[in-house]
């Protein structure tokens, strides 16, 4: 048996380009509320080949699943600590799932940026109890 000798470095960009369907206006989206994120801090982004995730002081507090024409953010908030006044986000504490936390938001592109972003500024000033 021949084993390959090929390391696979996934990057953001073949996350996005990974469904031939995607259109502009959804990378247009991603983009903006990717650097929406960086804004926030000293941020850094690791890709893995299902999702990326997006890390402050070394925890990852908000994970992208990247699907054809939306995304699932998961929100790296203890169950019963994350403040969701419109209830959009959904309880995956007890379910396996990709990414950290026990909350997943999906959002498509013509949806409210703000109100996501006041989810994920939670998520990125929450300190979980050691």
């Not at 090929?6 to 996005?16: A, D, H, P, Q």
């Not at 379910?95 to 990125?124: A, C, R, T």
């Amino acid at each position: 048996m021949e084993v390959s000798k090929e390391v696979k470095v996934y990057t953001e960009e073949y996350l996005l380009n990974k469904s031939k369907d995607r259109t502009e206006d959804f990378k247009e989206f991603y983009y903006t509320l990717r650097n929406r994120i960086l804004e926030l801090g000293d941020v850094d982004i690791k890709v893995n080949g299902k999702f990326l995730s997006f890390y402050k002081d070394n925890r990852p507090f908000v994970d992208f699943i990247i699907y054809k024409n939306k995304i699932g953010i998961n929100l790296n908030i203890k169950k019963g600590d994350l403040r969701d006044v419109l209830g959009k986000c959904e309880d995956q504490s007890d379910k396996n799932h990709w990414g950290n936390g026990d909350y997943i938001i999906w959002i498509e592109p013509d949806e409210d940026i703000e109100y996501v972003m006041s989810l994920i500024k939670q998520s990125y000033n929450y300190k979980q109890e050691s």
